[in-house]
């Protein structure tokens, strides 16, 4: 299982995690705004500077910093054949390490990158943004986005350890805060209705980030729990998607009409709608609903619906991950923590909820 270090020395706790796997070389992959914003933190971590952290010099050097794109059009196989050809030319071997320092692009790319180069190199995670510290960073999913597919090509492979630094919170934009809060509030709702209704009164418009990284704390530990248990996603780790059938539809429909939106606002948008036919399905309650209907919709607006777009919708949620035998499965709850995973959803259930969406 992956170490989980919730880090307030990240020079510190970076060290340790490096000596502790003795690597031949090391290598950085950050994209072009964790190279300016967040490489200058950790260039003073003293593995960098070529010291471990009793101050010994380390023979090995200082790290090789890899580059890429920063958004998610450049999850690419092209991105992850440079990224091969990088580690390759610039000598890694088996024994060399890969720390992804970055936001959820960095963390999938960098993770399969290095769980197939040369039959898997170890690999370390230090998330930037809140989405990833949540959720991309843990767990062991990696891949790319392949012909128009978000994650279509990937393993499951765990990061040796994954370094979470709250710190780097305090420079993240407000849209990627929220963003990655939706992820939060996804894991409140499988976990239990004191969690939900806790994330449902934090403020996010004037974020104590104190009482965030506590949060983010123990969002992580649901995370964790449910990935311990089912780690392949055969059953139980469905949970994680609550929200994301809908979300997924969402977020590739906007980028199909070229107005991209961040993937949490589409997983928030898509937590009201599938949590529309947790009330109507498996009695979730109606009030909490509601709350959580008025948190997003103050949260993150709306997705603008209009019923010409439904059959697109319809069709983006036949290609979701979680489908058997073609049938649209679905992840509903029947109370905060008590979860029903593949819950076939019909045609007619699914424009009944857009209906619903689209009218409130
Ligand atoms: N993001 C959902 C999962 O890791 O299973």
Redesign the pocket.
């Known amino acids: 299982m992956q170490d989980i270090i919730i880090s307030h020395n990240l020079h510190a706790d970076l060290a340790a995690v490096v000596e502790l796997q003795q690597p031949d070389r090391l290598f950085v992959l950050v994209d072009e705004t964790t190279r300016e914003q967040c490489l200058p933190l950790i260039e003073k971590a003293h593995f960098i500077e070529g010291t471990d952290a009793e101050g010994r010099p380390l023979a090995r050097g200082a790290a090789e910093i890899i580059t890429i794109g920063a958004t998610d059009e450049a999850k690419t196989l092209d991105t992850l054949a440079y990224v091969w050809q990088e580690l390759g030319q610039r000598g890694a071997t088996r024994h060399s390490m890969l720390l992804n320092l970055g936001g959820g692009m960095v963390t999938d790319l960098g993770g399969f990158a290095a769980a197939t180069f040369k039959r898997g190199i170890t690999f370390a995670n230090i998330p930037t943004t809140l989405l990833a510290m949540v959720?991309?960073s843990v767990?062991g999913?990696t891949g790319i986005n392949f012909r128009g597919l978000k994650n279509e090509i990937g393993v499951f492979r765990e990061a040796e350890a994954v370094i979470i630094n709250t710190d780097f919170l305090r420079t993240l934009d407000a849209q990627n805060l929220r963003s990655g809060y939706a992820e939060m509030l996804k894991h409140g709702l499988i976990s239990s209705a004191a969690d939900a209704a806790e994330l449902l009164a934090f403020d996010i418009f004037d974020v104590d980030y104190s009482a965030l990284a506590d949060l983010v704390a123990r969002s992580i530990k649901v995370?964790e729990r449910i990935?311990a248990e089912d780690p392949h996603?055969h059953g139980l780790?469905k949970a994680?998607?609550l929200g994301h059938t809908v979300g997924h539809a969402f977020e590739s429909l906007a980028l199909e009409q070229q107005h991209a939106v961040l993937h949490g606002y589409a997983v928030a948008w898509g937590l009201v709608c599938e949590l529309y036919l947790s009330v109507t399905r498996c009695g979730f309650p109606a009030e909490l609903f509601h709350q959580v209907e008025h948190f997003v919709s103050e949260t993150y607006g709306r997705f603008p619906l209009d019923c010409k777009l439904y059959d697109r919708l319809f069709e983006f949620m036949t290609h979701d991950k979680k489908n058997e035998a073609g049938r649209i499965n679905m992840t509903l709850l029947a109370v905060p923590g008590d979860i029903r995973i593949n819950q076939v959803a019909t045609r007619e259930d699914i424009f009944e909820m857009l209906d619903y969406y689209r009218e409130s």
């Open positions: 959720d991309a767990g999913k995370k990935v996603e780790r994680l998607n």
